[in-house]
């Protein structure tokens, strides 16, 4: 065993270089193995973990107050089956003015719950700015998701209620549950004319619909019929959320895979490739007296020490980033604070990558270890060498005739000399294009979404208006929203102009508030990217965001009755689908918005002429208005940052993985071939020359990657993106499919090459640099 | 035999390599110390010595293979020790042609390409290189050989094709660092008779070996190098 160790030490002592390269490749593919299996496992279930870790209600019931006193309805948390409860709650609705919507809510109608403290046994609620309500004339608002920590208390200080009721914001809290829109003492609950009262339960049998059904028939048995006035299962709010989340799997699904193979191939590579360069050593080992069984153990510990140091701190590595990325992804697309925070990388991970990494490493040996211990001494010797085998003779000679430099006919033979290693070095060479065609196609997807959604394309600047109830907002505009709307048309360079309120209504046959965005002003010269239909072309006419199309099972021509301003039932007619994030898009302004008011816009949207300067436009709509906040319509918002972070972290490590094949390849070759080139040196190649050789060799397999990778990659970008689309319970405007062109297919068709180049360029410049005369002297 | 002499023979008796109180250090040993040397156009010098007697340096030195650690060498007019690597590099293409004791061919490339290799890294064409090589491996007696690879071909055969990758480019200066040591007696006298005619035809040659038959066939003088130094020298006096 001392023999094995000290021969294994002087072996790896020798091969510094490739060593180096192996723990490099191990380490870099376990980091990513650590990164896509804890995406994957994380963005596949979060909701569970985060759910049960806040006590979230199973089952969120209304009561009616009149029919059922809330001292049955407490009695009903004894049923059999409930495991644990919270309420009763006195709960009051209340609408905040059109005037006087929040940094984060919508003006229009939110549910009130009076409750008395937020550490209940059952929604568990973090109050994550200021205090709870514990008296009467305070409130505490629900926190939007997405933006846990910040001190949020000036944000919004007051809340009307109807009757003149000034309620103070106290505080800003997070429930699970989404159990309301803000909380009172359950006496101002009462105050503000609570009718219904709400219970929360956790049930011991609670994994689906159907269980949850025959929970609540229990629950409710004991009381008057119709006192039940609606519940909210923990089903339909997980898938809700999982909504986020699920954007993440097809792609994280199809890097992972890409990230596995890649790791599996190049470690395959690297740790074959380092046996087969040590077949002489292996003779040697033989002709001194080392049994076949030491001669396998050698290299089997050669391989294995560096594999398992760069396991482990590959794992470290890949923990850091994949915790960073994990929580990145769920607070950029779900933009869930409770969610983000506690996600990581699931345990399970760590143990699977650390053993399974070292075992495909051993694994990947072993084979080649096994075979060499078959040879006899003298041939291990002499398969140290490149063969001449197969067709590799005779292209070498017809290259010798071609026209080409002569380095370069030489360097474009040297792949046909070692069929298996180039067929590994090619593979490694396509994953790496695949993946750079991918994350291109996805990253240019994401931006066209998000230029789609911001309507970049027809909307140069943005003018958003003070908020007066927000003190830490600048004041609001002293012009009507006719003025403004006067104003900023009239402003040089303006094309057209058109103003936003987002409100929030009621849509018949739906429990859910519908978030829409009403517009008015020059509306018709906007050009949203549709799914399908049209784009609203007057009064009576909305058009749906794709996941609320999905969601409402609408279709074009279809007829939705929704609240006016007034709270009248209106009907209108679905004419489109888009991907504005909006529920319902509509101009009927004064339907929905109302005609007393004068100031409802919460911002206008600009066109500008061609040619003019957006910069001084929006100067120019400072001076109109001190209320006025305009900013140039770019840039990428923090969901499409937070994909196209991950993309690029992913993309990068597997490209970084192929270079670190495509180096070791091109070591191992060097090496095989150093004799080679110390006599191409003798004879008088220049190190330009040998360097040209060399990275021609591998820039020839760069351009066979990239000839398929770059059709692979774009496959694959067809078949993930409307898997994405699908994930998030959407469609996709074409425009995101149909992202290619040829500028944007520069990039990943040169990748091949660059990734060639870039993985030979070192040790073709460190061959061209080897003294002649010593590897002669030592050949 | 060679069909054709090299064209890039200087006048005889212009000095072709002159060294200059050369020394070589390997680490903390010392391969040649204070060796100085002329060898003059259309000389063939033999350099004899004992194993690790700094032969194969000195050989190293002369072909810009390798630099000196203080001296100078000068070959051809060419101060080595002012050439970059590049400079090197086409030193050794244009100046000089190598023979090695194991031939050192490419084991990738058949006979002929082998030869005409060398032309062709100097920008001569593939056909006219071929042309050329054809020409030489025809005056070496091997032309039916230049499809063969090397693997295939006898040790004798091997030292040809390396004997004529060496005079493809009609070099000055033909260096041979123990042409016969690993050839059998047979093919071993054809490789001596080969070196001679080539001599004879007014080839500068210098070769290392410690073949006393083979220095006094070929060489008209011969270098006693001992212990890194250069022990002596005389002058070879054949009747022919």
């Given at each position: 065993m001392r023999a094995v160790w000290t021969a294994s030490r002087a072996a790896v002592a020798r091969r510094r270089l490739q060593t180096f390269v192996l723990a490099a490749v191990v380490l870099v593919c376990s980091a990513t193995a650590v990164v896509t299996l804890g995406l994957m496992a994380a963005v596949s279930g979060p909701f569970d973990r985060v759910y049960n870790a806040a006590n979230g209600a199973h089952v969120m019931a209304e009561f009616d107050s009149s029919k059922a006193t809330a001292a049955r309805i407490a009695r009903t948390a004894r049923a059999s089956g409930v495991e644990a409860s919270a309420g009763p709650y006195p709960v009051a609705v209340l609408r905040r003015p059109t005037d006087q919507g929040g940094p984060f809510g919508l003006p229009g109608v939110f549910t009130v719950v009076g409750r008395d403290r937020p550490d209940t046994a059952v929604d568990t609620m973090k109050v994550f700015s200021g205090r709870w309500a514990t008296h009467p004339g305070e409130i505490v608002l629900d926190m939007?998701?997405?933006?846990?920590?910040?001190?949020?208390?000036?944000?919004?200080t007051h809340v009307l209620a109807p009757g003149g009721v000034d309620l103070k914001v106290v505080g800003y809290a997070t429930s699970v549950s989404d159990s309301a829109g803000g909380w009172v003492t359950p006496a101002q609950a009462r105050d503000l004319g609570a009718a219904s009262t709400q219970m929360m339960y956790r049930f011991r049998d609670a994994g689906s619909q159907a269980a949850l059904t025959a929970d609540m028939a229990v629950v409710t048995a004991g009381l008057p019929s119709g006192s039940l006035t609606g519940t909210g299962s923990y089903l339909t709010l997980k898938e809700h959320l999982a909504t986020g989340p699920n954007t993440y799997v097809p792609f994280l699904t199809g890097f992972g895979l890409l990230g596995l193979i890649a790791a599996v191939l190049i470690v395959g590579s690297v740790v074959s490739g380092a046996v087969v360069a040590g077949y002489r050593h292996i003779g040697v080992l033989k002709a001194l007296g080392f049994t076949p069984d030491q001669v396998t153990a050698v290299y089997l510990v050669m391989v294995t020490v560096p594999a398992v140091i760069g396991c482990a701190v590959g794992a470290a590595v890949g923990s850091v980033l994949g915790t960073h990325l994990v929580r990145g992804a769920f607070w950029g697309i779900s933009g869930n604070a409770l969610v983000a925070g506690k996600a990581s990388v699931p345990a399970w991970v760590y143990p699977v990558v650390l053993i399974g990494m070292p075992v495909l490493v051993v694994l990947s040996a072993l084979l080649p270890a096994v075979k060499a211990r078959r040879l006899p001494a003298a041939r291990a010797i002499s398969a140290g060498g490149v063969q001449q085998t197969g067709r590799a003779p005779a292209v070498q000679r017809r290259l010798g005739g071609s026209r080409l430099p002569r380095p370069v006919s030489l360097g474009l033979g040297w792949p046909f000399a070692r069929p298996g290693r180039t067929a590994l070095t090619l593979s490694t060479i396509v994953l790496g294009v695949t993946t750079a065609t991918l994350a291109i196609g996805l990253a240019a997807s994401v931006l066209t979404f998000d230029r789609t959604q911001e309507q970049q394309d027809s909307v140069q600047v943005t003018v958003a208006v003070g908020n007066p109830a927000a003190p830490s907002h600048p004041a609001g505009p002293v012009h009507t929203d006719e003025q403004l709307l006067a104003g900023l048309r009239a402003?040089?360079?303006?094309?057209h102009v058109s103003a936003d309120a987002p409100l929030q209504t009621r849509m018949a046959g739906s429990a859910d508030a519908v978030r829409m965005d009403v517009r008015t002003g020059d509306t018709t010269a906007l050009h949203p990217d549709l799914v399908r239909g049209r784009w609203v072309s007057g009064p009576g006419e909305v058009v749906a965001d794709s996941t609320f199309w999905h969601q409402q099972g609408l279709s074009l021509g279809r007829r939705v009755v929704l609240r006016d301003a007034a709270g009248r039932q209106v009907v209108e007619t679905v004419v489109g689908e888009q991907t504005d994030g909006w529920d319902l898009t509509s101009t009927d302004w004064n339907r929905f918005v109302g005609l007393n008011s004068t100031r409802r816009a919460t911002e206008f949207s600009v066109g500008l002429a061609k040619g003019a300067d957006a910069h001084a436009y929006a100067a120019a709509a400072r001076r109109l208005d001190p209320g006025l906040r305009p900013s140039l319509n770019t840039g990428v918002g923090p969901i499409e940052q937070a994909v196209i972070s991950v993309i690029s972290t992913l993309a990068l490590l597997l490209v970084g993985v192929s270079a670190l094949g495509v180096f070791n390849a091109v070591v191992l070759s060097t090496r095989e071939r150093r004799k080679d080139i110390g006599v191409l040196k003798a004879v008088g190649m220049t190190p330009r020359q040998v360097v040209a050789m060399v990275v021609t060799a591998t820039a020839a397999l760069g351009v066979a990657g990239g000839a398929v990778g770059v059709p692979a990659g774009m496959l694959a970008h067809r078949i993930v993106l409307p898997l994405i689309g699908h994930g998030t319970g959407r469609d996709l405007p074409a425009s995101m499919l149909h992202v290619w062109d040829a500028p944007l297919l520069v990039l990943p068709a040169l990748s091949g090459v660059a990734l060639a180049v870039l993985g030979a360029l070192l040790p073709s410049v460190r061959a061209s640099r080897a003294s002649a005369a010593e590897v002669l002297r030592t050949e | 035999m060679p069909s054709r002499v090299p064209s890039r023979v200087p006048a005889d008796g212009e000095v072709v390599v002159r060294l200059t109180d050369v020394r070589k250090d390997f680490g903390d040993c010392t391969a040649l110390d204070g060796v100085s040397l002329e060898i003059r156009a259309g000389e063939a010098v033999a350099v004899m010595g004992p194993s690790g007697s700094g032969k194969s340096t000195l050989l190293n030195l002369v072909s810009g293979l390798d630099r000196p650690s203080a001296g100078s060498v000068v070959v051809g007019g060419e101060d080595l020790g002012a050439l970059g690597e590049k400079g090197l590099a086409l030193f050794r293409r244009h100046r000089v042609g190598m023979v090695f004791q194991f031939f050192h061919l490419l084991d990738d490339l058949p006979a002929l390409d082998n030869v005409a290799l060398v032309g062709q890294l100097d920008g001569l064409g593939a056909r006219a290189a071929r042309q050329r090589a054809t020409e030489l491996l025809e005056g070496l007696g091997i032309a039916d050989r230049g499809d063969v690879h090397p693997a295939s071909l006898s040790g004798g055969e091997r030292q040809r094709v390396a004997v004529a990758r060496a005079l493809m480019n009609r070099p000055a200066l033909l260096l041979a660092d123990e042409p016969t040591g690993a050839l059998d007696t047979r093919s071993g006298e054809a490789v001596v008779e080969l070196l001679t005619d080539l001599h004879a035809l007014g080839q500068t040659l210098v070769l290392v070996t410690h073949d006393a038959r083979l220095a006094e066939r070929c060489a008209s003088r011969v270098v006693e190098v001992v212990d890194g130094r250069i022990a002596g020298a005389r002058a070879v006096r054949r009747d022919r």
């Open positions: 939007p998701q997405g933006f846990g920590g910040a001190r949020l208390i000036d944000q919004e402003l040089p360079g303006a094309a | -």
